[in-house]
């Protein structure tokens, strides 16, 4: 059974466990494992991994529509080695710092393989803090998208799967590339901006392709997906041998940790000029009949899923 199956055997005991982060009395909290084997390939700093594992954290808050107020992480691994430990913890505050959020702490533990487990704590925003651009006002979930509505992401998509890419090449240069780009930027601040903008909103840490099935089942809705619409970050034009696979690894390789949302036609320009990582609108919603396409063909539900 793999993640999304176990969800759903889940859901009627747990109804909140269906968005990227569960929301009590405006504090939202969000919770991630990581490990060494499966998610932090050969080259990847520990600096890195502290940035990453964190970072990943606070894209659930975003993907609310949040504050991001504070993380921890629980730091397993089979010796504590004082260099990579002081890595971890600075990249975590590093990512923390970048979205206006501290990082406060944790856990330490031994494990047979480095692995971390983190939490994000935010909160939003209720309506007498509204702003004049309209942002901030309670929490976004996967279930608000209507036919009509305008799809959109954030970003640039494909940089995690272009530094694994160089991480495999494991040159000195390739390494220090592959280690870029796998810190992202949590788009807290892009999702403070969406909040009551979009009606719909999630992550993508398991991709374009796969976060809009997902959108699409919460919802009750379908997509039409523009693939040249699509905006692809330059390090994979580095790495893809044709548009195939440029546009497979933009859309099916995951972990690239931008939002994807549907706007109101009416919204679109404010939440535009609002995003500061950019927001582009790749297609459409339709009903759900009409099903996930790509260029008006079906879009395969592919991307990463553990289990």
Excluded at 71 to 92: K, W
Excluded at 179 to 184: E, H, I, T
Excluded at 222 to 245: K, M, R
Aim: charged share 25%; glycine share 10%.
């Amino acid at each position: 059974m793999n993640e999304r199956d176990a969800l759903r055997r889940l859901a009627a005991d747990l109804p909140r466990a269906g968005d990227d982060a569960a929301v009590v009395d405006g504090t939202v909290i969000t919770t991630d494992m990581l490990h060494e084997r499966t998610d932090f390939p050969p080259g990847t700093t520990r600096y890195t991994a502290g940035w990453r594992a964190v970072g990943a954290s606070l894209s659930d808050v975003a993907a609310m529509g949040a504050e991001a107020t504070a993380a921890v992480a629980v730091y397993a691994d089979e010796t504590f080695d004082p260099g990579d430990l002081d890595e971890f913890v600075a990249g975590a505050v590093d990512v923390c710092a970048a979205v206006d959020a501290e990082y406060v702490g944790g856990d330490l533990d031994t494990h047979t393989e480095f692995t971390t487990a983190t939490t994000a704590i935010g909160s939003v925003v209720d309506e007498a803090d509204r702003d004049d651009a309209g942002a901030g006002v309670g929490a976004v979930t996967r279930s608000g998208a209507s036919p009509g509505e305008a799809l959109c992401v954030t970003g640039e998509w494909g940089r995690s799967a272009a530094a694994l890419r160089l991480f495999e090449r494991g040159t000195e240069s390739a390494l220090d590339r592959a280690n870029d780009l796998f810190r992202f930027t949590p788009r807290v601040a892009d999702g403070r901006a969406l909040a009551g903008n979009a009606t719909a909103m999630m992550d993508s840490s398991d991709g374009l392709a796969r976060s809009l099935h997902q959108l699409a089942e919460a919802s009750g809705v379908g997509f039409a997906l523009e693939s040249d619409a699509v905006p692809v970050h330059p390090a994979v034009d580095d790495v893809a041998d044709d548009e195939a696979e440029r546009f497979e690894l933009a859309a099916h390789f995951g972990e690239d940790f931008e939002l994807v949302c549907t706007v109101p036609e009416g919204k679109l320009d404010r939440a535009r000029e609002a995003c500061p990582a950019g927001l582009v609108r790749v297609g459409t919603v339709r009903e759900a009949d009409e099903g996930v396409t790509v260029d008006g063909d079906p879009l395969p539900d592919r991307g990463y899923t553990h289990g």
